[in-house]
């Protein structure tokens, strides 16, 4: 069974920066590009970065370029997402997602980051 | 960006009866390999998006039946043949094709 288990979300202060991580079980992690994508509170889904299968190439929105820098460790099936100069619009839950744009199919459960001061 | 337009935004549906939910694109969405990458998700209240449709009409590994997609290029709709109470949520309609991926405003299903 596939599983993607968030965690690191929490309160920071605008300016501020948190590292999500994402366990990944239930399927060769290696073999998969990965993405995050989040849902602003009662808001809808907006896709954020993707990572391709041995970490070589990676994409972001425009709204998050040069802030958040997304990583895998494919030796502990695990995906992380560093976030740096948070702003209040960045307040979200945050899922981890198997696949790229184009196969995503499982998400997580989702870690809920807020920026506020 | 490719902007996605669902509608309706809100659907009330009584148990037992079709509902069908339509999503347009703001360009093709027929991609370079011959493909057409729009997704179907549902995401029911307090969980996250389950996808249910991939590539406009292919339904996901336990999806019920009763669940169908179609279209193409622009213009693509999601039929519920007879809306049950555990199909309460939002659906999203998404597209794969361009980057960055984009996702409709959701269509709220509700039972009446």
């Known amino acids: 069974e596939v599983q993607l288990v968030e965690s690191g979300g929490g309160l920071v202060q605008p300016g501020g920066s948190l590292r999500l991580s994402c366990a990944a079980s239930?399927?060769?992690?290696?073999?998969?590009?990965m993405s995050w994508a989040r849902q602003a509170p009662g808001k809808g889904l907006e896709w954020v970065a993707n990572?391709?299968?041995?970490?070589?190439?990676?994409y972001y929105v425009d709204s998050v370029k040069g802030r958040f820098s997304m990583l895998r460790d494919n030796a502990k099936n695990s995906l992380y997402l560093q976030m740096n100069s948070l702003r209040a619009e960045d307040t979200a839950v945050y899922y981890c997602?198997?696949?790229?744009?184009?196969?995503?199919?499982?998400w997580g459960q989702g870690t809920l980051v807020t920026v506020s001061s | 960006d490719v902007v996605m337009t669902q509608s309706p935004l809100s659907l009330p549906v009584t148990l037992g009866q079709p509902a069908s939910i339509s999503c347009r694109s703001s360009?093709?969405?027929?991609?370079?390999?011959?493909?057409?990458?729009l997704n179907w998700f549902q995401q029911r209240p307090g969980q996250s998006p389950r996808r249910l449709i991939y590539?406009?009409?292919n339904r996901d590994s336990g999806v019920p039946d009763r669940f169908s997609g179609s279209g193409s290029v622009t213009d693509f709709t999601l039929k519920i043949s007879r809306v049950e109470a555990e199909d309460v949520g939002v659906y999203y309609c998404?597209?794969?094709?361009?980057?960055?991926?984009?996702f409709g405003q959701g269509t709220k299903v509700e039972i009446k």
């Open positions: 997602v198997r696949g790229g744009e184009r196969g995503s199919d499982y």
């Open positions: 239930g399927f060769r992690f290696s073999s998969y590009w």
């Open positions: 990572i391709k299968e041995d970490g070589s190439e990676k």
């Open positions: 360009q093709s969405l027929v991609y370079s390999d011959g493909d057409t990458y």
């Open positions: 590539k406009v009409s």
């Open positions: 998404m597209q794969g094709t361009h980057w960055p991926a984009t």
